[in-house]
């Protein structure tokens, strides 16, 4: 039997204490409906004020709080925790609205955006009878070859856009895909704001795929269909379909764009 002076001690949590200051200050400022200031606040979270300000620079980046007029609130983020629209609920949601158009339009549906200087596939609704396409190669690093990367590549800004090619270099996956970095912004360059980008077999061979930009704010993002080549006579007509549902899909409770 195990003595007090050899029984097994129970390891002692790992606390971080940055996290825990900064909750602290969320808890004052939560009590607070009208706002308090930064001395306030950091008297009431245990503080010093040299901590609290950092943390408080912090917490208004990220959304939890806002500043205004001289005094600290809630903000966007916090509130979305209080009613349980973190980032899962509101990828669950998109989800959801990419089923009902699969369902509808009987394709695979996909919905991108360009976030902290990578392609981010949020989420894809397909069936067994409807696939989606096989992600062979990371979407993030072929943004070139695929429609979803070329949709969102042409919505940046020079620097961005050169910035993502000189992390992720052109290399042609197929031979239908764009040859090197000159071809890609010559194809980047001839492409309509607001025009669908369709691509043909360049990163699967066997399919053909089209993303539609979606213009919110300074977020780049895209919807994209595919279909095998020899259904390619759908493409077209369901890019088409898809379209005049994006006013809807921005405007619905059950879609956000901001992830």
Same mark, same amino acid.
């Given at each position: 039997?195990? =003595?007090?002076?050899?029984?097994?001690?129970?390891?002692?949590? =790992?606390?971080?204490?940055?996290?825990?200051?900064?909750?602290?200050?969320?808890?004052?400022? /939560?009590?607070?409906?009208?706002?308090?200031?930064?001395?306030?606040?950091?008297?009431?979270?245990?503080?010093?004020?040299?901590?609290?300000?950092? +943390?408080?620079?912090? +917490?208004?980046?990220?959304?939890?709080?806002?500043?205004?007029?001289?005094?600290?609130?809630?903000?966007?983020?916090?509130?979305?925790?209080?009613?349980?629209?973190?980032?899962?609920?509101?990828?669950?949601? @998109?989800?959801?609205?990419?089923?009902?158009?699969?369902? =509808?339009?009987?394709?695979?549906?996909?919905? /991108?955006?360009?976030?902290?200087?990578?392609?981010?596939? %949020?989420?894809?609704?397909?069936?067994?009878?409807?696939?989606?396409?096989?992600?062979?190669?990371?979407?993030?690093?072929?943004?070139?070859?695929?429609?979803?990367?070329?949709?969102?590549?042409?919505?940046?800004?020079?620097?961005?856009?050169?910035?993502?090619?000189?992390?992720?270099?052109?290399?042609?996956?197929?031979?239908?895909?764009?040859?090197?970095?000159?071809?890609?912004?010559?194809?980047?360059?001839?492409?309509?704001?607001?025009?669908?980008?369709?691509?043909?077999?360049?990163?699967?061979?066997?399919?053909?795929?089209?993303?539609?930009?979606?213009?919110?704010?300074?977020?780049?993002?895209? +919807?994209?269909?595919? %279909?095998?080549?020899?259904?390619?006579?759908?493409? +077209?007509?369901?890019?088409?379909?898809?379209?005049?549902? @994006?006013?809807?899909?921005?405007?619905?409770?059950?879609?956000?764009?901001?992830?």
């Amino acid at each position: 039997m195990a =003595t007090a002076a050899t029984a097994p001690r129970t390891p002692a949590p =790992t606390l971080i204490g940055s996290v825990r200051r900064a909750l602290r200050l969320l808890e004052a400022a /939560a009590s607070h409906p009208g706002g308090a200031p930064a001395k306030q606040l950091a008297r009431e979270a245990g503080l010093p004020l040299p901590t609290a300000y950092h +943390l408080l620079r912090t +917490l208004t980046h990220e959304g939890y709080l806002r500043r205004e007029s001289g005094v600290f609130v809630l903000g966007d983020a916090a509130q979305r925790l209080v009613r349980g629209e973190g980032v899962q609920n509101r990828r669950g949601k @998109i989800t959801d609205a990419l089923g009902r158009w699969r369902d =509808t339009i009987g394709v695979p549906v996909y919905f /991108a955006v360009y976030h902290e200087g990578e392609i981010d596939l %949020v989420a894809v609704a397909d069936s067994p009878a409807r696939p989606a396409v096989d992600e062979w190669a990371d979407f993030r690093e072929t943004g070139h070859a695929h429609a979803i990367g070329l949709c969102l590549l042409s919505q940046l800004d020079d620097a961005s856009r050169d910035d993502h090619l000189d992390r992720h270099p052109v290399s042609p996956l197929t031979p239908h895909s764009v040859r090197d970095r000159v071809a890609l912004l010559e194809r980047l360059g001839s492409l309509g704001r607001t025009e669908p980008v369709v691509e043909r077999q360049e990163y699967a061979v066997g399919t053909v795929c089209a993303a539609v930009p979606i213009t919110a704010g300074t977020t780049a993002a895209a +919807l994209a269909i595919s %279909v095998p080549c020899h259904r390619e006579d759908q493409l +077209l007509p369901a890019v088409d379909r898809l379209r005049r549902e @994006i006013g809807f899909l921005l405007t619905s409770v059950d879609f956000s764009i901001s992830i």
